[in-house]
């Protein structure tokens, strides 16, 4: 083999390894790019809830193309240090939106591109927080007393019927009727006739006794 095939494959392969080298130099610059930190915005402002400053403790968050960018703490009705930032240029005018339990704010942004850090003050309101209905409690219902069993009627005893005395009266009509008064007569006066016949006799016993 002659010097000459040698030199050349050599070349092409110096070639080769410069180019390689070049492009992932150039590779590296554009995803360093990329991911280079953007500069944020820090808000802060003045909280309402229906109409009245926000009560302590509640957390302000910061949306960016749903996801959470930032949140911050409320104090004395306001909020501060809200740090919204991106690695994503994509992000760079997209729209910020503010939530507070559930609630959004009337109140927008917009995410720019900056040469250094910015602080902007955003006033936020929000709507009063719609309060989670109590569930009503079903009511009890109420037990039907037992009807109580009515007493049961002691039966009164039947009188037992007692007899009607029957007269014992000639009937009407019968012929005894009128022959019993006669013969009572008759025989009255017979009794009648012998006793003052026996009387007579005893006096006349008497007196001839004497």
Not at 29 to 42: C, F, G, N, Y
Request: charged share 15%; glycine share 10%; net charge neutral.
């Amino acid at each position: 083999m002659s010097n000459k095939p040698r030199a050349c494959l050599a070349r092409n392969v110096i070639v080769g390894v410069l180019l390689l080298l070049l492009s992932g130099v150039v590779g590296g610059v554009a995803s360093a790019q990329d991911a280079t930190l953007l500069w944020p915005i820090i808000f802060s402002g003045n909280v309402t809830v229906g109409g009245q400053p926000a009560a302590d403790g509640l957390v302000v968050v910061a949306r960016m193309g749903g996801v959470n960018a930032g949140s911050a703490t409320t104090q004395g009705g306001r909020y501060g240090g809200l740090t919204v930032g991106t690695t994503h240029r994509d992000m760079v005018g997209r729209t910020i939106t503010f939530h507070l339990d559930g609630e959004v704010a009337q109140e927008t942004e917009v995410f720019e591109e900056f040469i250094q850090p910015v602080t902007r003050t955003r006033d936020l309101t929000f709507p009063a927080s719609q309060p989670t209905p109590t569930p009503t409690p079903a009511p009890t219902a109420t037990p039907v007393p037992t009807a109580t069993p009515a007493p049961t009627a002691t039966p009164v005893p039947t009188a037992t019927p007692r007899p009607t005395p029957t007269a014992l009266l000639p009937a009407v009509g019968d012929a005894s009727v009128s022959e019993m008064p006669g013969a009572a007569m008759a025989a009255g006066a017979l009794l009648l006739l012998v006793g003052v016949t026996v009387l007579r006799v005893t006096r006349r016993k008497t007196e001839g006794i004497r």
